[in-house]
């Protein structure tokens, strides 16, 4: 591995004349603080900083954080510190960060700025289980040196009424557990605090969950900002985005600060296709088992890192993926997933303050599919488009389970999202609401073709009504075959197949053929 960030030969003889080479950590995040320092040791420029012989080295290796070497790098506080910060965000390592090497490189650039002496503050938007945290965990674990900064990190709970915990908690991690913070006067003495830690070299302060703050921990951010920038200190903030009420005081502060020009604002969004990709190979253990899940379970997760872990551990636990020598592989066809309960009850709770009125409107959107047309839907629910538009924007703006799509369409904020308001429809309901979607996409006496013919075909089998779409189903089936991804189009054969009566044994024989020849290709599907 070239330890310079150089494709030239000369770029890199120059690079190694004049510059320190990256921590290890950063090429593999899974290595502990004492060996990444040994190795940085034994690859420092200057012979009097390495180890003197491979006697000593031998014996720092056998000593390990024992050993008085390791003990005397400790000696700077900047180090256990860090190391406390560190352990009060750690999330869960199921697998290595993938698809966030330009947010990674624009938080270690405003860094930079900070060891010019510039304050800096960086605000990260995210949805829950994005990687907010792994990202900020990541990142503060690449600064972790005895010559580093000072890291600072503290997250608000879930408890209402301890608006300062996140600031204790960064304190309680520099100058132990018995740090308290007075009843009055707080904001000075959070900020008293970070200035005596600057006046000593750089620091960085993480506070995550911002969405949890009340009032109070809200007043408590303005002082803090405007200190950080007269001062050395890196200030990292994550929230969700779709759990601030617009309008309130939260919302508004984050509206502010993530327009002011010199704030940076790096918003973690789902992981492309091919981070998706690698993430499930990561997990699996097996290329070709990868390829075989990239749409499936890149669909259910809507790039969620969480739910697409989740979910695979999902696959282990029903027997959907078995370990083999040549790591995890399908037990059968895998051409759709279910949520996994944990992920589901999260997904519910976004629906809890959802009026009834607005989850029919949602119910009768979900026919359509994770995205639909707001023109479309007005006519199944029988609204007028203005009244049913106002009520789209309040599940946008408010509860955040929507998206506009341009051009009069709309989409679920998640796929997950999607699948549960589908699936908790009764099923009366639903068979009612596709029947309207049915009726509101053919109105034309000719038989409709490509497209046309699938979307009218999908809604009358959800609505057990098949044999109404009899005229269209060839038109369907070669748009299914031709046009969608192998494992969309092999559910809705196998669903065609199991609901065709048995007259139409000929239909159905061509149906059979479609499915086997799907089943075979979805082993090498692409992940579009």
Known sequence: VNPYDDSELLGVIEKKLRQQVARPRILNRDLDPFLDEVILTCLEKDPDDRFPTCEALREVLTLRTEGPWWQAREGDEALPAATRALR??????????????????ALHAAYEAVKAGEGTVVLMPGPSGIGKSRLVHDFLEDLVAPDGPVLLAGRYPEEVGRAHQPFLDAMRGYLGDDATLPETNVVDHVARFVRERAAEGPVVLAIEDLHRADPDGVSLLGPLVQAVRELPVQLVVTWRPHALEEGSPLHEWTTVQSAKPHNHVIPLGPLDEAATLSLIAALVGNAQT???????????????????????????????????????????????????????ALLVVRLVDVEPESMQLLEAAAAQ?????????????????????????????????????????????????????????????????????????????????????????????????????????????????????????????????????????????????????????LDAAPAT
């Open 369 to 521: 599919g994770p995205e639909f047309d707001a023109g479309l839907l007005a006519t199944v629910a029988g609204k007028k488009r203005l009244r049913l538009l106002k009520q789209l924007a309040v599940l946008e703006r408010k509860h955040r389970i929507l998206e506009s799509a341009g051009r009069g369409s709309f989409r679920f904020a998640s796929h997950g999202l999607w699948q549960v308001i589908y699936e908790g429809m009764r099923d009366e309901r639903r068979r009612e609401v596709h029947a309207l979607c049915a009726a509101a996409v053919h109105t034309d006496p000719a038989p409709p073709t490509g497209e046309a013919a699938f979307t009218w075909a999908a809604h009358l089998l959800a609505a057990d009504r098949i044999s109404d779409a009899a005229v269209a189903l060839p038109a369907a089936i070669a748009h299914a075959t031709a046009q969608l991804h192998p494992a969309r189009a092999f559910g809705f054969l196998e669903r065609l197949h199991g609901a065709l009566p048995a007259d139409e044994a000929g239909l159905r024989d061509d149906v059979g053929t479609h499915l086997e020849a799907l089943r075979s290709s």
């Open 88 to 105: 009060r965000l750690r999330p869960q390592r199921a697998a290595p960060l993938v698809g966030r090497t330009e947010e990674m490189a």
């Open 290 to 344: 990868a390829r075989t899940l990239a749409y499936p379970v890149g669909r259910a997760s809507s790039g969620s890192p969480h739910m697409l872990i989740e979910i695979i551990e999902h696959l282990r636990a029903t027997g959907e993926l078995v370990e083999r020598e040549q790591g995890l592989m399908p037990s059968g066809a895998i051409h759709e997933v279910g949520l996994p309960d944990s992920v589901r």
